[in-house]
């Protein structure tokens, strides 16, 4: 009987290591601790027990918390827009409930409403610091921009009227409410508390109107007087009301609705947009009809009749100019039969009529002008329009009216964004490499100026690592992103669809037929920062294999096509065969070879397709510009009319020179270097004679596999069997199955032959493909089977390419990794290895036997056997990491970056320059490894070579694991887990003790789901939407410092002074306007409004309203300082004047008295 030493057990927590060779833990004897218990088998416990006592273990629980940092991206489904003319901030509601404000660059802060309710409007309270937001469950909010993340002060909720303007003047605290009703309400923004003064529509309007005048869709005070208010409703009325004596002073009608409402600078004329796409100039003067009617986009009739009517104009902007004609700018109003046309901003300016086509439709826009004062010539500069995918600025200032350089990464979306890597802590010549070779592609044309957004203050913090963040996107480019201290820039984009012919439309080829649309999206991403090595792979079955060159170079691009199916024979007898174990690897060579893919097969006659890629390689020399040049092109061929299954995982290695792959079918390995498939094998051949289970060979001719998302869904009943050999990732819920990007999915029917055309044939609503997560094509759904189902079964392909039918027979490969490790038990020393993981949960070991000197390298083949050692797991294998002796990470070799294509002949030459693990005080160290292995369901421990496991922690029983890495924090190491159920959990290592498990983020979009990925320094990033990337982090230190890294939204700014006003009222605050609001609208001569009318609601406590309270007295602490500094400086001319009338007034009394002793003793007559 073996005996076990039990250390650091945690009462209530225990994990049992399941049976089998590989094991070495037990399930008796009370449990070993989960993920604490260290088990010694006997016989190795000598060996290795001496260096893994010494291992001490850093990082606990008070090393980790977790909080979102900063989102990135375009705002996603924005609604609303409004502007700060003083502070320079602008701010974006969207309909999900968030608000989003930007100055800046690096000035970019999210905040979300509670209720999740769309925002209607936004209004600054100019240059004070907040902002109010008007909600679609008729909520106003105050929120407090004065700290680094903005709170709710207060809120009003409207019970028996909807919202649907705001207006809020400059320099008042009198907010203005229209409703759907008509009516208009006053907010005090103070107290938020509603005033008992209420314009009610039927007051507003004529008594002798019968009709409603629909919901009030504007509200402006006048430029000349604030006592007036204009009041705009649906149907066509505008009230000019005076708010001292309560009534109408006028009244205008137009048989066309209004959409939009804007005055002129003088207050004596505004401008109405209305629903046929005319505008009406209204005069106070002669308000019984328009001073001028235009139709911008109508046809003049001939016959001297009114233009045609053309689409709605739904906002006007009329801005003054002091040396020139004024604005007109407007959205919509484009004439009816140009269907075709795009949405459009026109500008008209004088005679000259300017339409900027925009690319998706206009959501609003806003005029930026040099003064904040609604009475003065406004002078705009800018126009800052919001467009449902996208934010731009024009420049007012030139004649042919260019953009603005964008300077926030609202680009993320070009195309959609299908996986993401993220990498901190990297080299730090990266960047500016990465930026050198991007910076060459950038547009020209835009506007010269700087970016007119530019209020608030940021600065770079302490964290001064570089982090790159990448992203795949669905038409094949890649892009780079600098994201170091919680920013985000664009670096570098690389088109992978360049290295392919295009597809020419009615060519009925029938390599088209695997992904109709978007056939180049990015599946798998692998990136060695060291090297400069990229490999990408696509969802038609291909892999790319890129270098890093500074160089233009013209070449042709080398391809290699590989056969990968799982193909057997068909079974006559029942009887399984048993296939022959690998003697070695020598004698394994020639039928590896026999295997390999060719590229002299040629396609079968008939519709039979065979030996043929998904896609055309350019076989011409293609010109390559700096940055990264595609090496190798490695493309999965068809198999007997079967389709490429699409590749579940992905693994390079520079020093090695080889690529490894895998699907559903089996792995292959291809040598980079020289341009050779090494290994194209099935999953099972792998095993040998090692294969654990005993399965029955399928023929695909009868049961044929097609492409991931190509199947039918059917409803048809899913037999018990079925229900059994389902993947805990691929789960039926009521018959459907939920993937993450596609909702169709093979189910329990099997299709004939007949079936092929129509499964190959998508919808048009059907997305394109499914994105590998990890090293796996999945699905995800709640599971439904249970845990000892699974267990017998063990049939847990994550590929979401294989039908359920099928598992048994087949096994995805999940998760590769290229190490120097033992490759088998009791080996004396460590080689290259390449760990291939699989979706049942076997760990199977690769020797790669690679030439002894560079000079062999690039001539002699590299020999890739089965080693034969298979270790065990539950669930889909996702990583691989390996541990020396004393717990450090062991990075896996690589080859240190050199252009290929310098101009340097010495460069040229020059051999490769390898980076090896190798102990760094002295032989004996490198005794022993650890080899960390995380599936779906659990992580182990394993001792190397031995083969015996240390320490074992189930992670799930009632979900799996999405991704799993394992990362640096704080000169240690942990392995972070993101969980179907939205837990983010860290176990230590090696032990595996738990340190970290939050339910932190549950799984609402399988976007998250496969695009969510953990990287060192405590740091996480998902698409929260699918235009913006959330990051977060999971370090405590990060959280501490966080405040000192985010960018401050207020900055004291003092208000200009209006343009009227004389020096002692701009010193003593005075106005040209003798209305005083508060005396209106204040509780004394108002009264109380209604209380069933509208509820005040306090904002938000706890510790995030401490902290926005602490940083509002802050503000307001920096605002008095400022103001008295002002006064100072008032005082002080005051003081100077003073003085000066003084001496000017004793001057004056000197001459006096000298004239009065002249003519003091004189007479009358004598003068």
């Given at each position: 009987?073996?005996?076990?030493?039990?250390?650091?057990?945690?009462?209530?927590?225990?994990?049992?290591?399941?049976?089998?060779?590989?094991?070495?833990?037990?399930?008796?004897?009370?449990?070993?601790?989960?993920?604490?218990?260290?088990?010694?088998?006997?016989?190795?416990?000598?060996?290795?027990?001496?260096?893994?006592?010494?291992?001490?273990?850093?990082?606990?629980?008070?090393?980790?918390?977790?909080?979102?940092?900063?989102?990135?991206?375009?705002?996603?489904?924005?609604?609303?827009?409004?502007?700060?003319?003083?502070?320079?901030?602008?701010?974006?509601?969207?309909?999900?409930?968030?608000?989003?404000?930007?100055?800046?660059?690096?000035?970019?802060?999210?905040?979300?409403?509670?209720?999740?309710?769309?925002?209607?409007?936004?209004?600054?309270?100019?240059?004070?610091?907040?902002?109010?937001?008007?909600?679609?469950?008729?909520?106003?909010?105050?929120?407090?921009?004065?700290?680094?993340?903005?709170?709710?002060?207060?809120?009003?909720?409207?019970?028996?009227?909807?919202?649907?303007?705001?207006?809020?003047?400059?320099?008042?605290?009198?907010?203005?409410?229209?409703?759907?009703?008509?009516?208009?309400?006053?907010?005090?923004?103070?107290?938020?508390?509603?005033?008992?003064?209420?314009?009610?529509?039927?007051?507003?309007?004529?008594?002798?109107?019968?009709?409603?005048?629909?919901?009030?869709?504007?509200?402006?005070?006048?430029?000349?007087?604030?006592?007036?208010?204009?009041?705009?409703?649906?149907?066509?009325?505008?009230?000019?009301?005076?708010?001292?004596?309560?009534?109408?002073?006028?009244?205008?009608?137009?048989?066309?609705?209004?959409?939009?409402?804007?005055?002129?600078?003088?207050?004596?004329?505004?401008?109405?947009?209305?629903?046929?796409?005319?505008?009406?100039?209204?005069?106070?003067?002669?308000?019984?009809?328009?001073?001028?009617?235009?139709?911008?986009?109508?046809?003049?009739?001939?016959?001297?009749?009114?233009?045609?009517?053309?689409?709605?104009?739904?906002?006007?902007?009329?801005?003054?100019?002091?040396?020139?004609?004024?604005?007109?700018?407007?959205?919509?109003?484009?004439?009816?039969?140009?269907?075709?046309?795009?949405?459009?901003?026109?500008?008209?300016?004088?005679?000259?009529?300017?339409?900027?086509?925009?690319?998706?439709?206009?959501?609003?826009?806003?005029?930026?002008?040099?003064?904040?004062?609604?009475?003065?010539?406004?002078?705009?500069?800018?126009?800052?329009?919001?467009?449902?995918?996208?934010?731009?600025?024009?420049?007012?200032?030139?004649?042919?009216?260019?953009?603005?350089?964008?300077?926030?990464?609202?680009?993320?979306?070009?195309?959609?964004?299908?996986?993401?890597?993220?990498?901190?802590?990297?080299?730090?010549?990266?960047?500016?490499?990465?930026?050198?070779?991007?910076?060459?592609?950038?547009?020209?044309?835009?506007?010269?100026?700087?970016?007119?957004?530019?209020?608030?203050?940021?600065?770079?913090?302490?964290?001064?690592?570089?982090?790159?963040?990448?992203?795949?996107?669905?038409?094949?480019?890649?892009?780079?992103?600098?994201?170091?201290?919680?920013?985000?820039?664009?670096?570098?984009?690389?088109?992978?669809?360049?290295?392919?012919?295009?597809?020419?439309?009615?060519?009925?080829?029938?390599?088209?037929?695997?992904?109709?649309?978007?056939?180049?999206?990015?599946?798998?991403?692998?990136?060695?920062?060291?090297?400069?090595?990229?490999?990408?792979?696509?969802?038609?079955?291909?892999?790319?294999?890129?270098?890093?060159?500074?160089?233009?170079?013209?070449?042709?691009?080398?391809?290699?096509?590989?056969?990968?199916?799982?193909?057997?024979?068909?079974?006559?007898?029942?009887?399984?065969?048993?296939?022959?174990?690998?003697?070695?690897?020598?004698?394994?060579?020639?039928?590896?070879?026999?295997?390999?893919?060719?590229?002299?097969?040629?396609?079968?006659?008939?519709?039979?397709?065979?030996?043929?890629?998904?896609?055309?390689?350019?076989?011409?020399?293609?010109?390559?510009?700096?940055?990264?040049?595609?090496?190798?092109?490695?493309?999965?061929?068809?198999?007997?009319?079967?389709?490429?299954?699409?590749?579940?995982?992905?693994?390079?290695?520079?020093?090695?020179?080889?690529?490894?792959?895998?699907?559903?079918?089996?792995?292959?390995?291809?040598?980079?270097?020289?341009?050779?498939?090494?290994?194209?094998?099935?999953?099972?051949?792998?095993?040998?004679?090692?294969?654990?289970?005993?399965?029955?060979?399928?023929?695909?001719?009868?049961?044929?596999?097609?492409?991931?998302?190509?199947?039918?869904?059917?409803?048809?009943?899913?037999?018990?069997?079925?229900?059994?050999?389902?993947?805990?990732?691929?789960?039926?819920?009521?018959?459907?199955?939920?993937?993450?990007?596609?909702?169709?999915?093979?189910?329990?029917?099997?299709?004939?032959?007949?079936?092929?055309?129509?499964?190959?044939?998508?919808?048009?609503?059907?997305?394109?493909?499914?994105?590998?997560?990890?090293?796996?094509?999945?699905?995800?759904?709640?599971?439904?089977?249970?845990?000892?189902?699974?267990?017998?079964?063990?049939?847990?392909?994550?590929?979401?390419?294989?039908?359920?039918?099928?598992?048994?027979?087949?096994?995805?490969?999940?998760?590769?990794?290229?190490?120097?490790?033992?490759?088998?038990?009791?080996?004396?020393?460590?080689?290259?290895?390449?760990?291939?993981?699989?979706?049942?949960?076997?760990?199977?070991?690769?020797?790669?036997?690679?030439?002894?000197?560079?000079?062999?390298?690039?001539?002699?083949?590299?020999?890739?056997?089965?080693?034969?050692?298979?270790?065990?797991?539950?669930?889909?294998?996702?990583?691989?990491?390996?541990?020396?002796?004393?717990?450090?990470?062991?990075?896996?070799?690589?080859?240190?970056?050199?252009?290929?294509?310098?101009?340097?002949?010495?460069?040229?030459?020059?051999?490769?320059?390898?980076?090896?693990?190798?102990?760094?005080?002295?032989?004996?160290?490198?005794?022993?490894?650890?080899?960390?292995?995380?599936?779906?369901?659990?992580?182990?421990?394993?001792?190397?070579?031995?083969?015996?496991?240390?320490?074992?922690?189930?992670?799930?029983?009632?979900?799996?694991?999405?991704?799993?890495?394992?990362?640096?924090?704080?000169?240690?190491i942990c392995l972070a887990c993101f969980c179907a159920n939205g837990h983010i959990m860290t176990m230590s290592l090696p032990s595996l003790r738990p340190m970290l498990d939050v339910n932190y983020l549950p799984v609402t979009d399988m976007r998250i789901a496969?695009?969510?990925?953990?990287?060192?320094?405590?740091?996480?990033?998902?698409?929260?939407?699918?235009?913006?990337?959330?990051?977060?982090?999971?370090?405590?230190?990060?959280?501490?410092?966080?405040?000192?890294?985010?960018?401050?939204?207020?900055?004291?700014?003092?208000?200009?002074?209006?343009?009227?006003?004389?020096?002692?009222?701009?010193?003593?605050?005075?106005?040209?306007?003798?209305?005083?609001?508060?005396?209106?609208?204040?509780?004394?001569?108002?009264?109380?409004?209604?209380?069933?009318?509208?509820?005040?609601?306090?904002?938000?406590?706890?510790?995030?309203?401490?902290?926005?309270?602490?940083?509002?007295?802050?503000?307001?602490?920096?605002?008095?300082?400022?103001?008295?500094?002002?006064?100072?400086?008032?005082?002080?001319?005051?003081?100077?004047?003073?003085?000066?009338?003084?001496?000017?007034?004793?001057?004056?009394?000197?001459?006096?008295?000298?004239?009065?002793?002249?003519?003091?003793?004189?007479?009358?007559?004598?003068?």
């Amino acid at each position: 009987m073996k005996k076990f030493n039990f250390r650091k057990v945690l009462d209530g927590l225990t994990a049992s290591s399941p049976g089998g060779s590989s094991s070495g833990g037990s399930s008796s004897g009370g449990g070993i601790g989960a993920g604490s218990g260290s088990v010694h088998p006997g016989g190795t416990a000598g060996a290795a027990g001496t260096p893994r006592d010494e291992i001490q273990e850093i990082l606990s629980s008070d090393y980790f918390q977790i909080c979102k940092t900063v989102r990135h991206g375009f705002p996603y489904l924005p609604t609303a827009l409004a502007f700060d003319p003083v502070q320079k901030i602008l701010a974006v509601g969207t309909r999900t409930g968030a608000i989003r404000i930007l100055g800046r660059p690096g000035v970019d802060c999210y905040c979300q409403h509670e209720s999740g309710a769309a925002v209607l409007q936004l209004q600054f309270l100019i240059n004070e610091g907040a902002l109010v937001s008007a909600s679609a469950d008729d909520t106003l909010h105050l929120w407090n921009l004065r700290q680094k993340r903005p709170a709710i002060l207060h809120s009003l909720k409207f019970n028996r009227e909807r919202i649907t303007y705001c207006h809020l003047p400059f320099q008042s605290k009198w907010l203005y409410v229209g409703t759907e009703r008509g009516n208009t309400h006053i907010v005090n923004i103070e107290s938020f508390i509603l005033s008992g003064y209420v314009i009610m529509w039927n007051k507003a309007i004529e008594l002798s109107t019968k009709t409603h005048p629909g919901p009030v869709v504007h509200l402006s005070d006048s430029p000349r007087d604030e006592g007036k208010l204009l009041i705009g409703y649906e149907n066509g009325t505008v009230v000019l009301w005076d708010l001292r004596s309560k009534r109408a002073d006028l009244r205008v009608y137009y048989d066309e609705a209004i959409h939009s409402v804007d005055w002129h600078h003088e207050g004596k004329q505004f401008m109405c947009s209305h629903s046929d796409g005319s505008l009406t100039l209204w005069n106070l003067k002669s308000p019984s009809r328009p001073f001028q009617i235009t139709i911008p986009h109508g046809k003049i009739q001939r016959d001297g009749k009114k233009p045609e009517s053309c689409k709605p104009i739904l906002k006007v902007e009329y801005k003054t100019c002091k040396s020139s004609e004024p604005f007109i700018i407007f959205s919509g109003g484009l004439s009816y039969d140009k269907a075709c046309r795009r949405p459009s901003l026109t500008i008209m300016h004088g005679k000259a009529i300017t339409v900027l086509e925009m690319d998706h439709p206009i959501v609003d826009f806003l005029t930026l002008c040099e003064t904040p004062y609604p009475n003065e010539f406004q002078e705009p500069y800018a126009v800052v329009v919001l467009l449902e995918k996208d934010l731009i600025v024009v420049d007012l200032t030139q004649s042919n009216f260019p953009i603005f350089e964008n300077p926030y990464p609202i680009d993320i979306h070009e195309s959609p964004v299908t996986c993401t890597e993220y990498f901190a802590d990297c080299p730090p010549d990266l960047i500016p490499v990465l930026y050198s070779v991007g910076a060459k592609h950038k547009k020209q044309g835009y506007s010269n100026k700087e970016w007119p957004i530019s209020g608030g203050a940021w600065n770079l913090g302490t964290q001064t690592y570089p982090e790159i963040i990448i992203t795949g996107h669905a038409d094949g480019s890649i892009k780079f992103w600098d994201a170091s201290a919680i920013t985000l820039q664009m670096l570098y984009k690389l088109k992978t669809s360049k290295v392919f012919e295009k597809q020419k439309l009615g060519e009925g080829k029938p390599t088209t037929e695997i992904v109709e649309e978007d056939p180049f999206a990015i599946q798998m991403m692998y990136w060695c920062p060291e090297s400069r090595i990229f490999c990408v792979a696509g969802v038609s079955a291909y892999v790319i294999v890129y270098r890093f060159s500074k160089h233009e170079v013209n070449t042709e691009i080398v391809s290699l096509e590989v056969r990968l199916q799982y193909d057997v024979e068909d079974i006559i007898t029942p009887e399984p065969e048993i296939i022959p174990p690998f003697p070695d690897a020598s004698s394994q060579l020639p039928s590896l070879k026999s295997l390999s893919g060719s590229t002299n097969t040629v396609a079968c006659e008939g519709t039979m397709k065979d030996s043929i890629p998904c896609l055309s390689v350019k076989t011409r020399p293609v010109r390559m510009p700096p940055g990264y040049q595609a090496e190798l092109v490695i493309q999965l061929v068809w198999v007997d009319g079967e389709p490429p299954q699409q590749i579940t995982s992905l693994a390079i290695n520079s020093a090695y020179g080889l690529v490894a792959f895998g699907n559903c079918n089996g792995l292959a390995v291809v040598d980079f270097m020289q341009k050779t498939v090494l290994l194209s094998m099935g999953t099972i051949d792998l095993y040998g004679s090692s294969d654990p289970y005993q399965r029955q060979p399928r023929s695909p001719r009868k049961n044929k596999q097609f492409s991931a998302g190509l199947t039918e869904l059917t409803d048809s009943p899913v037999s018990l069997e079925l229900e059994r050999c389902k993947s805990p990732t691929s789960d039926h819920v009521n018959g459907h199955c939920t993937s993450p990007t596609s909702q169709t999915c093979s189910s329990g029917k099997r299709l004939s032959s007949a079936d092929v055309t129509k499964s190959n044939r998508r919808g048009p609503g059907r997305p394109p493909f499914r994105k590998a997560q990890s090293a796996a094509c999945m699905e995800i759904s709640l599971p439904v089977t249970t845990e000892e189902n699974r267990e017998n079964t063990f049939s847990r392909s994550r590929s979401s390419s294989v039908s359920s039918i099928d598992k048994e027979s087949k096994e995805a490969i999940t998760a590769l990794y290229f190490m120097e490790t033992f490759s088998r038990k009791n080996d004396s020393m460590v080689s290259p290895c390449l760990w291939v993981g699989t979706g049942l949960g076997m760990v199977l070991i690769i020797s790669l036997n690679l030439p002894a000197t560079e000079e062999l390298r690039q001539t002699e083949p590299v020999m890739v056997s089965p080693s034969g050692t298979v270790l065990t797991l539950k669930g889909a294998v996702l990583t691989f990491s390996c541990l020396d002796c004393m717990g450090a990470l062991i990075h896996s070799p690589y080859e240190v970056w050199r252009d290929p294509n310098s101009i340097d002949d010495s460069e040229k030459t020059r051999k490769r320059k390898l980076v090896m693990y190798s102990p760094s005080s002295s032989q004996d160290m490198g005794d022993h490894q650890f080899a960390v292995i995380c599936s779906e369901k659990q992580a182990k421990v394993f001792s190397l070579p031995s083969q015996t496991c240390l320490y074992v922690h189930n992670i799930t029983e009632t979900s799996f694991l999405l991704r799993a890495d394992v990362v640096t924090l704080c000169n240690s190491i942990c392995l972070a887990c993101f969980c179907a159920n939205g837990h983010i959990m860290t176990m230590s290592l090696p032990s595996l003790r738990p340190m970290l498990d939050v339910n932190y983020l549950p799984v609402t979009d399988m976007r998250i789901a496969r695009t969510f990925c953990f990287t060192n320094e405590g740091q996480a990033l998902y698409l929260s939407s699918p235009t913006e990337i959330q990051r977060l982090t999971y370090s405590q230190e990060m959280c501490d410092n966080l405040q000192d890294m985010l960018g401050d939204l207020f900055t004291p700014v003092e208000t200009p002074e209006a343009q009227n006003r004389g020096f002692l009222k701009g010193l003593f605050g005075g106005s040209g306007q003798t209305f005083d609001r508060e005396e209106l609208f204040g509780e004394a001569s108002a009264g109380k409004a209604s209380r069933s009318l509208a509820q005040h609601i306090p904002g938000s406590g706890g510790i995030e309203g401490m902290k926005g309270a602490a940083g509002g007295v802050i503000g307001d602490l920096a605002r008095a300082r400022l103001a008295l500094d002002e006064r100072g400086q008032r005082l002080g001319e005051l003081d100077e004047k003073t003085a000066s009338m003084m001496a000017s007034a004793e001057a004056f009394s000197k001459h006096a008295h000298e004239l009065m002793l002249k003519y003091k003793d004189k007479k009358w007559y004598q003068f």
